[in-house]
């Protein structure tokens, strides 16, 4: 088992930037942010392998945000920068045990909010 806790949310004005952070109890092959808004469907954003620290990113997301990960500490970072109206919602660390866990994580935090307003 796996936990994890995400920190950094906040309200921020478009263009802005934020960084979140989300802090793993142990290793994982894959991990990953995801995003849920109000009334639409969880959206992968990013995702980052521990062992070749290849990345994917949203269509949505590409070139604003970028994706690390600190394996010595465990820890998972999401850049974001130039923000959206769009880019409101709940942001969800997850990690998964294998790279399908990229997109099919097994393991997820609790959540934290990004507001974003004009």
């Known amino acids: 088992q796996v936990q994890l806790v995400e920190s950094g949310g906040g309200s921020v004005q478009a263009g802005g930037s934020l960084r979140l952070s989300c802090v793993a109890s142990?290793?994982?092959?894959?991990m990953s942010w995801f995003r849920q808004a109000p009334g639409k469907e969880r959206e992968r954003v990013a995702s980052i392998s521990t062992a070749s620290s290849s990345t994917y990113y949203a269509d949505s997301v590409k070139g604003r945000f970028t994706v690390s990960r600190d394996n010595a500490k465990n820890t998972l970072y999401l850049q974001m920068n130039s923000l959206k109206d769009e880019d409101t919602a709940m942001y969800y660390c997850?990690?998964?045990?294998?790279?399908?866990?990229?997109?099919?994580?097994?393991?997820w935090g609790q959540g934290t909010q990004v507001t974003v307003f004009s």
């Open positions: 142990s290793s994982s092959v894959c």
């Open positions: 997850a990690a998964g045990r294998d790279l399908m866990g990229c997109w099919n994580a097994q393991y």
